[in-house]
């Protein structure tokens, strides 16, 4: 599998283990694509769903986002984490994109943020 492809794995790479000096305009950016990024079975974006666990963006426009899924059983296993790439790729800065798949910790409605919990309406 290419650098550039998405995947799965237990523990994420030294590279996404490291936080480098992020530039923290092109994460925002970075932000706001995640936030127009939706799992299909849930009308929240990915981002308040605390599905985005670690974002790194380097001032040289390399992006590593670590992320999981509701279930491993979920239906856009396969096909979400290169979609969320594809869409990190389109940002003008980003000259690399990276997404990595993780179970640890797994994810939980815990995880949400407070407006995506309102959004559901849960406590």
């Not at 984490?81 to 815990?110: H, L, N, S």
Request: glycine share 4%; hydrophobic share 35%; proline share 11%.
């Amino acid at each position: 599998m290419s650098e550039e492809n998405s995947e799965t794995i237990e523990t994420p790479p030294p590279a996404l283990q490291e936080t480098p000096t992020n530039d923290w305009k092109l994460e925002k950016k970075v932000v706001d694509v995640l936030k127009k990024c939706f799992d299909p079975e849930i009308p929240v974006n990915i981002y308040e769903l605390g599905l985005i666990y670690k974002i790194d963006a380097s001032p040289e426009g390399h992006v590593n986002i670590l992320m999981t899924l509701t279930s491993p059983m979920c239906p856009v296993a396969e096909s979400l984490p290169g979609d969320v790439e594809q869409k990190i790729k389109e940002v003008e800065e980003v000259k690399t994109a990276r997404v990595a798949v993780t179970w640890d910790p797994p994810w939980g409605p815990e995880m949400m943020t407070e407006a995506a919990k309102l959004q559901l309406n849960l406590p």
